[in-house]
């Protein structure tokens, strides 16, 4: 599967961003999807994850309640909702696919470019 993510840019601190991740190539109700980020100079961390369903979500402890994930099966279409945004929100954005239509861990097997997101204070 082919995974397309948009939607990043400049944000004041408190704003909001919605990304968006078009997938294509296969059956999107095959997959898991999820969302990663990796902030200048650090590791690549974990956001949020969601079954071909819509009805399991699993988010980063540190990032629920600001953000939200949802997807859109009729367009192959994951979304991440971010609001109340801070500058330690700066990075970019991954979304990934798993070859499971249920969320199996962290394990991922497609992967998007990113999408950078900044966020100003």
């Known amino acids: 599967v082919q995974l397309q993510a948009s939607g990043g840019g400049l944000v004041q601190a408190g704003g909001s961003l919605r990304l968006s991740c078009a997938a294509s190539g296969r059956t999107f109700t095959q997959h898991a999807m999820g969302w990663f980020r990796r902030a200048p100079g650090k590791e690549r961390e974990f956001v949020a994850a969601i079954s071909w369903s819509g009805t399991t979500i699993y988010y980063a402890n540190s990032l629920k309640g600001r953000f939200t994930i949802s997807r859109d099966n009729a367009k192959n279409t994951v979304y991440l909702q971010m609001n109340s945004l801070r500058p330690e929100d700066t990075a970019v954005y991954y979304c990934?696919?798993?070859?499971?239509?249920?969320?199996?861990?962290?394990?991922?097997?497609?992967w998007g470019q990113g999408t950078l997101v900044t966020v100003s204070s």
């Open positions: 990934a696919a798993q070859s499971s239509p249920y969320v199996v861990g962290r394990s991922y097997d497609y």
